[in-house]
């Protein structure tokens, strides 16, 4: 049985690189740090809800979603 999303977790999905975890979106690992030539470098962070355990990655890449929401 699958649980399905809290309503912060959907709205958390549809924010920019500027949008803050909301307040029960909690850090799951340790950041995850990538080099690029000439300071285009960008970290992507693991979160996961206390409400709901949705599972979210933050990512700093322009070339990626800002919060990415793992289903399934």
């Known amino acids: 049985m699958t649980m399905s999303n809290c309503a912060m977790c959907e709205d958390q999905a549809k924010k920019t690189w500027n949008g803050k975890p909301h307040q029960y979106l909690g850090k799951a ?6 080099k690029g ?7 992507e962070q693991d979160y996961q809800c206390l409400v709901c355990q949705a599972k979210f990655t933050h990512s700093s890449n322009k070339n990626d979603l800002a919060w990415t929401l793992w289903r399934g």
């Not at 690992?29 to 990538?34: E, I, T």
């Open 29 to 34: 690992d340790a950041p995850r740090l990538f």
């Open 37 to 43: 030539a000439q300071a285009r470098g960008f970290a």
